[in-house]
């Protein structure tokens, strides 16, 4: 939500999305459940030379297109950019114009989660292991501290 357009356009193109594979491909699903549920069309623009423009209003004719090469990854990242930034816009200029949506995207870009420094080679990987793991280990840390706490208070009460 605060990435700005330049690094939404970067994110996608440097996204995982191997030519003609449909199964598993991130950038594909991203049009699957973002792209096609907002605008019910999935506009890919390229010059005449490779085709020229296409419209899809079906998630299967857009696959199909894919599975066949007809569209390559070079089409369809720019694309899903551009449809991304569509959707993102309004959020940007709401946290942009609204004082108190500013103090709270201030508030959540000032907490960091402080990982130990094991776990840092970890932390490039970029694949969907990552986010569970990540998740994983932050509820577990904030568990282990609550237990503890809980302990310290036992035993002082005991002493």
Not at 32 to 59: A, C, M, Y
Not at 86 to 113: C, G, M, W
Not at 125 to 138: A, D, Y
């Amino acid at each position: 939500m605060e990435d700005d357009e330049a690094e939404v356009n970067l994110k996608i193109k440097k996204a995982h999305c191997v030519p003609k594979q449909v199964e598993g491909n991130p950038c594909l699903e991203y049009v699957q459940h973002l792209v096609f549920p907002w605008f019910h069309e999935f506009v890919v623009e390229r010059s005449e030379k490779n085709g020229g423009d296409i419209t899809f209003t079906k998630f299967v004719d857009l696959s199909e297109a894919y599975a066949s090469g007809k569209i390559h990854p070079e089409d369809l990242k720019p694309a899903l950019a551009k449809a991304l930034n569509k959707i993102l816009e309004p959020v940007r200029l709401h946290f942009k114009n609204d004082p108190t949506a500013k103090q709270l995207l201030r508030s959540v870009k000032s907490y960091r989660v402080h990982y130990p420094s094991w776990l840092s080679p970890l932390l490039r990987w970029s694949t969907p292991f990552e986010s569970f793991f990540l998740f994983f280990f932050s509820v577990f840390r904030k568990s282990i501290n609550i237990v503890r706490s809980t302990l310290r208070i036992l035993i002082s009460r005991c002493s």
